[in-house]
């Protein structure tokens, strides 16, 4: 890392750290009886070293992004709630206007602006429409990517029926991208629809003796004429470009025992066409957790993935796992190489607090393909290294560091870094591309503030 990057860093977490007391925590400012008004601002250093794994390149990257959100909260009545949010992103540095010298306003965009129907029908039934941030579960299935430097937000329709006290069922409807004149000419834009949409239901059921039984469903129906980049990519398939309608259905469930110990199981299956083929795929994680009650240490947990990489280029079935609209950040690792396609991960995570409320996370990350025949993708669904035939499904080791401060309620100071160490696939990937492999290194430094 440069003297450049350690000067920026020591500078961000320099700042006097007054005490928690000073100020009580932020949830925005009611500037009306019915409205209320909030944002957060959130500049980030990152720093990235070998991203591609070829140190031949001398790859070396230092930038600094802000992300600014605001927003309006509206109680129209006791049953309607509305919210209007934007955001602004981008880098330092780059220009206020575009080459025609008009100002380039595509960094700012609506994230958020939907409409909320609460207690509808004695409180049974309620629904948000218009465009929101969608999680569920762990993120594996649908996050927000709140990690990323710009997130995630969907234009949909959400339906939630409560049947009882203790169970609800979402009834989901996405409406992933809409464009009927995308060919640049008549003919191309003749009969060419364009969309792309994903509709289901995720449930929470509470059952006793588990802590969360969550099962769901969903169905992609993606139309690769006038999106190809929307549709996931397999290599060598031949599917690539090829529409895509894929249901995918799963349960997450977990639950405790013995006191300090705790579990989590989820399963995904996915079942459909993928242009001329079947996709058959799978989805599988198990996570074992223990909290020893100790001040500095707060929870031991290890967990296993695997993203099913597809056997035979040259069959009729897919087996390569096409995931939805994850958080992968959560689950392959702060330097966002991997995605969660062909992958098996062995993952150790220690987490605890010292001082006057510093939060440390350390993660150790073991990566193999899934299977030999399939290559390894990055987080955009593309392909990142060529892996396909290698002698070795060992990818790499990833060791991650988390510190957090919350220096008052509402300003919290975060720096992470992270070193990847190639395996034997990543190498001999990088070494058939005419490189020099060799390890990756990540660091961020942020100051998130919310108002």
Request: hydrophobic share 40%; charged share 20%; net charge negative.
């Amino acid at each position: 890392m440069t003297i450049r990057a350690l000067i920026l860093l020591t500078v961000i977490f320099a700042i006097p750290l007054p005490s928690h007391a000073e100020l009580e925590p932020s949830t925005g400012t009611r500037i009306a009886d019915f409205a209320t008004i909030g944002g957060e601002i959130r500049p980030r250093f990152e720093y990235s070293s070998n991203f591609g794994g070829d140190r031949a390149a001398r790859e070396e990257n230092e930038m600094v992004f802000m992300r600014t959100r605001a927003n309006v909260d509206i109680d129209v009545s006791d049953q309607v709630f509305a919210r209007i949010e934007i955001q602004d992103f981008r880098r330092w540095g780059d220009p206020l206007s575009n080459a025609s010298g008009t100002t380039d306003a595509a960094d700012l965009v609506l994230r958020e602006g939907y409409l909320e129907l609460t207690d509808l029908w004695s409180g049974r039934i309620s629904t948000k429409l218009g465009r929101q941030a969608i999680v569920r579960g762990e993120e594996r299935l649908l996050g927000d990517l709140d990690w990323h430097r710009i997130g995630r937000t969907h234009d949909a329709a959400v339906v939630s029926l409560r049947p009882g006290e203790s169970h609800r069922m979402d009834f989901l409807f996405i409406s992933v991208t809409e464009n009927d004149n995308i060919g640049s000419t008549a003919a191309a834009k003749s009969g060419v629809d364009g969309d792309a949409f994903l509709w289901g239901m995720y449930g929470d059921i509470k059952w006793k003796p588990f802590t969360k039984f969550q099962p769901f469903w969903i169905y992609q129906d993606y139309d690769s004429s006038t999106l190809p980049a929307l549709v996931p990519q397999v290599a060598g398939s031949g599917s690539s470009g090829s529409d895509f309608r894929v249901h995918t259905f799963g349960l997450l469930a977990g639950g405790e025992f013995l006191e300090r110990w705790s579990w989590n199981a989820e399963g995904h299956y996915q079942a459909g066409d993928f242009g001329v083929r079947k996709l058959s795929a799978y989805l599988a994680h198990g996570r074992l957790s223990y909290a020893p009650g100790l001040t500095h240490l707060s929870r031991i947990s290890t967990s296993y993935d695997i993203y099913s990489g597809d056997r035979n280029a040259a069959d009729n079935t897919i087996q390569t796992y096409q995931p939805v609209f994850p958080s992968y950040y959560e689950h392959t690792g702060r330097i966002g190489r991997l995605g969660m396609k062909n992958l098996d991960r062995v993952r150790l995570a220690l987490s605890g607090a010292f001082l006057a409320g510093w939060q440390w996370r350390l993660d150790w990350h073991n990566f193999r393909s899934n299977s030999r025949a399939d290559h390894l993708y990055a987080t955009t669904g593309g392909v990142f290294l060529a892996t396909g035939g290698a002698a070795s499904r060992s990818v790499g080791n990833e060791y991650d560091a988390s510190l957090s401060f919350p220096w008052k309620p509402n300003v919290t100071f975060t720096t992470t870094a992270s070193v990847f160490h190639p395996g034997e696939a990543s190498r001999q990937a990088v070494r058939n591309a005419g490189g020099a492999p060799g390890r990756t290194i990540d660091a961020t430094a942020q100051v998130e503030v919310k108002f």
